[in-house]
């Protein structure tokens, strides 16, 4: 037996065990876009989403509502942006939950949609977007205090719209945030002070918000903010000397 091992000739199994390799990979992803194929969208999650844009008067993109369910097509092709000028509304979702049969709306844009009336509570059930941009509509009332629910939010903006009132203390919770675009709105008042809870924030947008007052000091916390833009807004007192601890990169 010795012998007849010692005289085979030598085979090296690296080549077939790289080919086994790449042939598992790709199983394995080919299971994963299957399971995102077959996933569908939370049923309470479906049913806020069509609540908001009724209320909006949007209709849902063909391009990812491809089958009656929104997390289909460019919804779940990470080959699609979702900044996609061509796509808008947008949307993106995760579909790795209960075991890869549930979607989750992760990423929602309606943008330059005129769309109109308050941000309607059924928004507090996309617990997990963590990117919401609503730009350039006309949305009014308040800056609902739910919006500190949503604490896997890093990306939020609601520029250019006529929202009122104060801005609410809740989105200090957000402390996953990394942009925050408030400006060119009808709020009133002073920023909190649990906004200095947003360590990573990297950009605000406050410009002709309406929001004026002192700037808290709290705001010293604010170490990672680069890019800040406060111009046409009736802020008072003198500029806080922490300004300077900022790592800003365009103010």
Do not use: H
Not at 93 to 115: E, K, M, P, W, Y
């Amino acid at each position: 037996m010795k012998k007849l091992l010692s005289g085979s000739p030598s085979v090296s199994l690296f080549p077939i065990c790289f080919w086994c390799a790449v042939n598992l990979l790709r199983l394995v992803e080919l299971s994963q876009a299957q399971d995102a194929t077959n996933a569908t969208t939370d049923p309470s999650e479906v049913s806020a989403l069509n609540s908001i844009f009724q209320k909006w008067g949007v209709s849902a993109s063909s391009t990812w509502n491809t089958t009656g369910d929104p997390c289909s097509g460019s919804a779940i092709d990470d080959s699609v942006a979702f900044t996609s000028n061509d796509i808008n509304p947008a949307l993106k979702c995760l579909c790795n939950f209960n075991n890869g049969t549930t979607c989750r709306i992760t990423q929602l844009r309606v943008s330059a949609l005129d769309a109109r009336g308050p941000i309607p509570e059924e928004l507090g059930n996309l617990t997990k977007l963590f990117d919401l941009n609503l730009r350039r509509n006309y949305l009014t009332g308040p800056l609902p205090a739910f919006i500190g629910n949503l604490t896997d939010m890093q990306f939020l903006s609601f520029g250019t719209n006529a929202l009122s009132g104060p801005i609410p203390k809740e989105i200090g919770k957000l402390q996953k945030l990394k942009s925050l675009g408030i400006g060119s709105n009808n709020f009133n008042g002073s920023l909190p002070p649990e906004l200095g809870n947003l360590v990573n924030l990297e950009q605000l947008y406050m410009d002709s918000s309406g929001v004026g007052g002192e700037i808290p000091s709290t705001f010293s916390n604010l170490v990672n903010l680069k890019i800040v833009r406060a111009s046409d807004s009736p802020f008072n007192g003198t500029i806080p000397s922490f300004i300077g601890s900022w790592n800003l990169t365009s103010l």
